[in-house]
């Protein structure tokens, strides 16, 4: 039986020739091609386990959403599309607009909230409320998605007892002018959100305290 010399598909690195049957070479070279696909077809069973960790995380995420949009009404799902209009206007895509109003009401990541804003549904009036508010800093359209996509959760906030009670702080504690402050506030809107302050004595609390400022 004649033999040829072929490099071995098993060290591609060294690419040593070796000697092979050359009736086998048909055979060899077919039987690398179809393992080189083969990874793209291995059963859910040959995944590493990082991989499949990895993939019950996607579908539960992905699961956790479809839920929670069940647990929305005619007239909160109203609402809530109303204010995607909203945010939609300052120049959000569709699911930043989702993204931004489930943080800043509780439906994701607790964070900011712990557990002191679970699932809310947003109303017009308060996003409105916000927006008004932050115009009243001179802040441009621009300027107000930029502090919504920074820190979502400003949406969600009282406006009289939190974000102008924190304007009034800002000017007491830390003597800033009205002109000041807006610039203050572009450049750390979460501030806008603290609530706390451990004064130095943690309280665990560190995404609302003054201590971050």
């Given amino acids: 039986m004649p033999t040829a ?23 060899l070279h077919s039987s690398s091609m179809v393992q080189w ?4 077809l291995r059963p859910l069973h040959c995944l590493s386990p990082q991989l499949k960790q ?12 479809e839920a929670s949009d069940t647990e929305l009404g ?10 995607q209009a ?9 699911e930043e607009c989702d993204t931004v109003l489930k943080k800043a009401f509780g439906w994701a990541g607790q964070a900011y909230w712990r557990k002191s804003k679970v699932k809310e549904v947003p109303t017009e009036q308060q996003v409105d409320a916000v927006k008004a508010f ?7 359209e621009a300027d107000i998605k930029k502090a919504v996509k920074t ?17 009034e702080k800002l000017k007491k504690d830390w003597k800033m002018t009205d002109k000041v402050i807006p610039n203050v506030v572009k450049r750390q809107p979460a501030v806008l959100g603290y609530n706390v302050d451990c004064e130095g004595n943690c309280q665990g609390d560190c995404n609302r305290c003054w201590v971050r400022f």
């Fill in 74 to 83: 005619a007239a909160d799902l109203e609402q809530w599309q109303l204010c």
């Fill in 151 to 167: 820190f979502p959760e400003v949406l969600g906030l009282p406006v009289e007892q939190q974000l102008q009670g924190n304007v």
């Fill in 134 to 140: 932050l115009q009243g800093l001179k802040f441009s």
């Fill in 54 to 65: 990895g993939l019950d995380r996607r579908c539960r995420a992905t699961a956790t959403e």
């Fill in 37 to 40: 696909r083969m990874p793209s």
């Fill in 86 to 94: 909203k945010l939609a206007q300052l120049g959000f895509e569709e």
């Fill in 5 to 27: 010399w072929m490099p071995s598909v098993q060290s591609s690195a060294t690419c040593r020739p070796q000697l092979h049957d050359s009736a086998s070479c048909s055979t």
